[in-house]
């Protein structure tokens, strides 16, 4: 790992005449947890969607565990993604999915296999692991795109809303996980609503607004940031950081060519 799991330099990306994401920057350390917040279409999963490979930026660059995010073919093996509606074969149970998944990162079948068998066992899935995909319940789903997003024991997690269509013991149990995963240094970069869980385990918060990012620290310097107003919580100081026209943001056409910005 470099000094830096993420770096990006004046990230941006247009779609026509609209600004998606406008010159971010951002430089994450190793295994830390960074909490990425923002009112619905600011600009997160055009973010993670950059930073991931997924989609090119317009301007700027970005390094995600040491590679360069145009190098895709590196980059796939030091990161796992999971975004917000996973990508499952349905026609698989959960077993054959996650050992597909092994065999896509090319790893060793014996020492994966009990990894695999720990994990199913860790999110409650074990006595449907052999069940197809299709009649799996929307959190399961979920769990299984958890999995294997970190199966391969990435340097750099992106998990955008990891915890949506879960019950309270299983966003448990993935908070646990994410603690975990930061414990072994595995850098985890969060995107959810859920603002407790982001106050429970993020390291640093960053608040991305209409494409710009307008605040960024730990969630307690963020809350005493708004302690005068009575109300020293996460999501006060949420609000109060995500003050802008909201009215000229509601105003956008929506754009069905747009399918990577988060709606």
Do not use: W
């Not at 005449?17 to 990425?36: M, R």
């Not at 997924?54 to 995010?69: D, K, R, Y």
């Amino acid at each position: 790992m470099t000094d830096r799991a993420i770096v990006a330099e004046e990230l941006t990306k247009r779609y026509r005449d609209d600004l998606a994401v406008d010159g971010l920057s951002l430089s994450i350390q190793p295994g830390s947890v960074y909490g990425f917040l923002g009112p619905n279409g600011a600009g997160k999963t055009t973010t993670m969607r950059m930073l991931t490979s997924l989609t090119t930026p317009t301007a700027g660059s970005a390094t995600v565990a040491g590679v360069p995010i145009t190098d895709r073919g590196s980059l796939t093996e030091r990161i796992g993604y999971l975004p917000a509606d996973p990508p499952v074969f349905e026609e698989l149970t959960g077993r054959e999915h996650l050992r597909y998944v092994t065999r896509l990162h090319e790893l060793p079948e014996d020492a994966t296999r009990r990894r695999v068998e720990d994990l199913l066992e860790r999110f409650d899935l074990l006595e449907d692991a052999d069940r197809r995909i299709a009649g799996y319940s929307t959190g399961m789903r979920k769990k299984v795109g958890i999995i294997g997003a970190v199966i391969h024991e990435p340097d750099v997690v992106f998990l955008d809303e990891p915890t949506s269509g879960l019950d309270p013991r299983a966003a448990r149990t993935v908070r646990n996980t994410l603690a975990a995963l930061a414990d072994r240094e595995m850098t985890v970069f969060l995107s959810t609503h859920v603002l407790p869980v982001v106050d429970e385990l993020a390291d640093v918060v960053g608040v991305i607004d209409d494409g710009t990012l307008v605040a960024e620290a730990p969630p307690d310097e963020l809350k005493r940031r708004v302690e005068t107003t009575g109300d020293a919580s996460l999501e006060a100081a949420f609000l109060d950081v995500t003050r802008t026209d909201q009215q000229a943001r509601d105003r956008r056409e929506p754009d069905e060519n747009r399918r990577d910005i988060d709606a």
